[in-house]
């Protein structure tokens, strides 16, 4: 990416799963192995984890498994330990693939912006999958869910710790979630900041415009957000 964008006002806030990677399942598969261990249930593996926040995942199976609700933090904690291990050992031995101009792109906003991260993802696995491909030297902070249940309030976290980390105000209409759900989309509107819609399967093609996204496209293309964003041009659709 060789044309220099000024971006130095911008923050940009990254989902990771579906937007920047994909472990092909195997987190999935940890969380729903572990919960089935720690509280005796057989989960489904068809719950649709797409956007989801790890703690309410494990709220509602807790609930579904009929424990004594004075266990709660001892067995999420019981879970969080046993799932990042096992999440360890994926990365280690399985592939992974991350997505097209990624890097990159993470790599050219990490000089010129201000970035961080937006996933439902637990702290330690969200850094886990990062590692697995060098991009976690380039964030430090960031909303995770370890401790809210709903997107928009892991959103609100992430815009204060970037503000805390840059030690300096972001104005709303300057903050950009990159996500690749419906889920990010309303979190990013619940918080008043601009939503761009990463959509590699081009799973919301028919209804882009009805979901009120400013930029929809990939990663291949990113440099059509930032052009945009110097021109004024609040949206963007690429359907390439």
Do not use: H
């Given at each position: 990416?060789?044309?220099?964008?000024?971006?130095?006002?911008?923050?940009?806030?990254?989902?990771?799963?579906?937007?920047?990677?994909?472990?092909?399942?195997?987190?999935?598969?940890?969380?729903?192995?572990?919960?089935?261990?720690?509280?005796?249930?057989?989960?489904?593996?068809?719950?649709?984890?797409?956007?989801?926040?790890?703690?309410?995942?494990?709220?509602?199976?807790f609930?579904?498994?009929?424990?004594d609700?004075?266990?709660?933090?001892?067995?999420?904690?019981?879970?969080?330990?046993?799932?990042?291990?096992?999440?360890?050992s994926?990365?280690k031995?399985?592939?992974?693939?991350?997505?097209?101009?990624?890097?990159?792109?993470?790599?050219?906003?990490?000089?010129?912006?201000?970035?961080?991260?937006?996933?439902?993802?637990?702290?330690?696995?969200?850094?886990?999958?990062?590692?697995?491909?060098?991009?976690?030297?380039?964030?430090?902070?960031?909303?995770?869910?370890?401790?809210?249940?709903?997107?928009?309030?892991?959103?609100?976290?992430a815009?204060k710790?970037?503000?805390?980390?840059?030690?300096?105000?972001?104005?709303?209409?300057?903050?950009?979630?990159?996500?690749?759900?419906?889920?990010?989309?309303?979190?990013?509107?619940?918080?008043?900041?601009?939503?761009?819609?990463?959509?590699?399967?081009?799973?919301?093609?028919?209804?882009v415009?009805?979901?009120?996204?400013?930029?929809?496209?990939?990663?291949?293309?990113?440099?059509?957000?930032f052009?945009?964003?110097?021109?004024?041009?609040?949206?963007?659709?690429?359907?390439?």
């Amino acid at each position: 990416m060789n044309k220099f964008y000024d971006l130095r006002d911008y923050l940009f806030l990254f989902d990771i799963d579906g937007t920047i990677l994909d472990t092909i399942g195997d987190g999935k598969r940890a969380v729903l192995e572990v919960i089935g261990e720690v509280l005796g249930i057989n989960p489904s593996y068809e719950t649709n984890f797409a956007g989801g926040v790890d703690l309410n995942f494990f709220t509602d199976f807790f609930n579904l498994a009929n424990i004594d609700k004075g266990k709660f933090n001892e067995k999420w904690e019981i879970f969080k330990n046993k799932y990042i291990r096992l999440l360890e050992s994926f990365a280690k031995k399985n592939e992974w693939f991350i997505y097209p101009n990624v890097y990159d792109s993470i790599e050219y906003l990490s000089k010129r912006a201000n970035i961080g991260l937006a996933t439902g993802n637990l702290r330690d696995a969200a850094f886990i999958k990062l590692k697995k491909f060098n991009l976690d030297i380039y964030f430090n902070c960031g909303g995770f869910g370890d401790t809210v249940l709903k997107r928009g309030a892991l959103v609100a976290n992430a815009i204060k710790a970037a503000e805390s980390f840059y030690n300096r105000k972001f104005e709303k209409n300057k903050i950009i979630l990159l996500g690749d759900t419906d889920k990010d989309v309303l979190s990013a509107q619940e918080n008043g900041i601009i939503p761009a819609l990463i959509d590699y399967r081009r799973k919301y093609k028919d209804c882009v415009s009805d979901l009120g996204v400013n930029y929809y496209g990939r990663f291949e293309n990113i440099s059509l957000l930032f052009s945009a964003l110097k021109n004024n041009n609040s949206v963007f659709f690429d359907f390439s």
